[in-house]
């Protein structure tokens, strides 16, 4: 009996400490792939395999059946989304359109701002030209999707020292196998609108339109002040 006692003591104290987590990610989370890699679901596969083992399922042939039904998708998942496989495609986005664009400008220190996100479409990417270069310049994400409603006011302020802004009006990411909406989505959400707005505003000319991407491809806009600043 007490050795009956301290395996459900495991088990509910293995629980105790998986099944926040995991209510945390199914309910409220954007982002799934903390369940392949958070510390949380230790315990609670401890738990599981635990009860399992005392109850004695996993000696019945249906039981294993039923492991391989439930393990096969997610391995799928975790190969398709998280295991990078020689055959796997890696997306690259080439920014060297818009460091030649700057350079036809004549912009010779790039204070560049975007509206649209991805890991392709970050300051770190677009400043990779410069960089590679030895070169300075400066990219500002001018709006993202947590801090609230879209505020076309509040970007129009962060674009006041602003050389050159960027958008992709027409970004879609691929379909993901995960179970929740990509937050990527949300980030680019309003770069169509952006764009109208920048191509009817006085203060700013359309610079040019690239192709970018070998995956997740787009279209870039970009945009210069036409009255540039004075540095």
Request: overall charge negative.
């Amino acid at each position: 009996m007490k050795e009956n006692a301290k395996k459900s003591l495991v088990i509910l104290v293995a629980l105790a400490e998986g099944i926040p987590m995991l209510v945390v990610q199914l309910l409220f989370s954007k982002n799934d792939n903390v369940r392949h890699i958070s510390p949380a679901y230790l315990p609670l596969t401890v738990a599981l395999a635990l009860g399992a083992g005392s109850a004695g399922v996993l000696v019945s042939w249906w039981s294993w059946m039923v492991l391989l039904a439930c393990a096969m998708p997610a391995f799928s998942h975790v190969k398709q989304e998280f295991i990078p496989l020689t055959i796997t495609q890696d997306d690259v986005w080439d920014w060297t359109p818009l460091y030649q664009v700057c350079q036809e400008h004549q912009i010779r220190f790039p204070m560049i701002g975007h509206v649209g996100n991805t890991s392709q479409f970050c300051d770190p990417a677009i400043s990779y030209p410069w960089a590679y270069r030895g070169e300075w310049v400066n990219s500002l994400w001018l709006w993202r999707s947590e801090e609230g409603e879209f505020d076309p006011a509040e970007v129009n302020q962060r674009m006041a020292d602003r050389d050159l802004v960027l958008t992709a009006p027409d970004f879609h990411i691929r379909n993901s196998a995960s179970m929740l909406a990509d937050p990527v989505e949300a980030d680019n959400a309003h770069n169509a609108e952006f764009a109208r707005a920048m191509t009817a505003n006085p203060d700013w000319e359309l610079a040019g339109k690239f192709s970018i991407g070998v995956i997740n491809r787009a279209e870039i806009w970009m945009f210069v002040r036409k009255a540039p600043l004075r540095k």
